[in-house]
Nanobody
Framework: QVRLVESGGGLVQAGGSLRLSCQAS????????MYWYRQAAGEQRDMVAS???????NYTDLMKGRATISRNNAWNTVTLQMNNLRPDDTAVYYC?????????WGQGTQVIVSS
């Protein structure tokens, strides 16, 4: 069973930074693409960034230029460094992967950005 556990969320002032981490287990992490999504209250869940097994990254317009996704295949972790945070970045952030055709999600970590 694939398990994803996020950490690193919290309360930060606008303009501040946070670093989210996702610890994966139960999968061959080296062959899995990894994603960060976020979901604000009452909104749909949207992708923020992705990283391929080889480290190729992709960002949506949500946080392009303000977020950096990275992975450590030795430690089965993926991180999302977020800078210059804004109040509209407030959301629950989820780690996600697709593994042999199945979708797996973490429980999410709350990020609150105060103005």
């Amino acid at each position: 069973q694939v398990r994803l556990v996020e950490s690193g969320g919290g309360l930060v002032q606008a303009g501040g930074s946070l670093r989210l981490s996702c610890q994966a287990s139960g999968a061959n992490f080296k062959i899995t693409p990894m994603y960060w999504y976020r979901q604000a209250a009452g909104e749909q869940r949207d992708m923020v960034a992705s990283i391929s097994p080889s480290g190729i990254t992709n960002y949506t317009d949500l946080m392009k230029g303000r977020a950096t996704i990275s992975r450590n295949n030795a430690w089965n972790t993926v991180t999302l460094q977020m800078n210059n945070l804004r109040p509209d970045d407030t959301a629950v952030y989820y780690c996600h992967t697709k593994y042999y055709g199945r979708n797996f999600w973490g429980q999410g970590t709350q990020v609150i950005v105060s103005s």
